[in-house]
């Protein structure tokens, strides 16, 4: 099983920006369709961004335009760029990774509640 361990969130205010990564504890990650999820305090989980072994990427339509995800497989890593922050992004990010799926299959699994093995999150926090 791949161990994920975010970093990079804080606290910004509206408009800034932050750059989360994820690093995956084995190179088995390199396969995987990796993704992005958030959760705020009594909302549901919401799929963010995905990219998959060929690169192709995904995203939620609240962060479409904003967001960019991407990966390193040298550094086991992948990223989210996260600019224009608002205060409705607010919540603690996770990442999380799927064996076998391309990024649509993983926004649409997201989409219907299927989350897979992620890390311990990280908060981030925009004020207005």
Do not use: H
Not at 26 to 32: D, H, I, L, P, V
């Amino acid at each position: 099983q791949v161990q994920l361990v975010e970093s990079g969130g804080g606290s910004v205010q509206a408009g800034g920006s932050l750059r989360l990564s994820c690093v995956a504890s084995t190179r088995a990650y390199n396969s995987a369709c990796m993704a992005w999820f958030r959760q705020a305090p009594g909302e549901e989980r919401e799929g963010v961004a995905t990219i998959d072994f060929r690169k192709t990427t995904m995203y939620g339509d609240s962060v479409k335009d904003r967001f960019t995800i991407s990966r390193d497989n040298n550094k086991n890593t992948v990223y989210l760029e996260m600019n224009s922050l608002k205060p409705e992004d607010t919540a603690t990010y996770y990442c999380a990774a799927y064996a076998g799926m391309t990024s649509y299959q993983v926004l649409r699994a997201m989409t219907l509640g299927q989350f897979g093995n992620w890390g311990q999150g990280t908060q981030v926090t925009v004020s207005s």
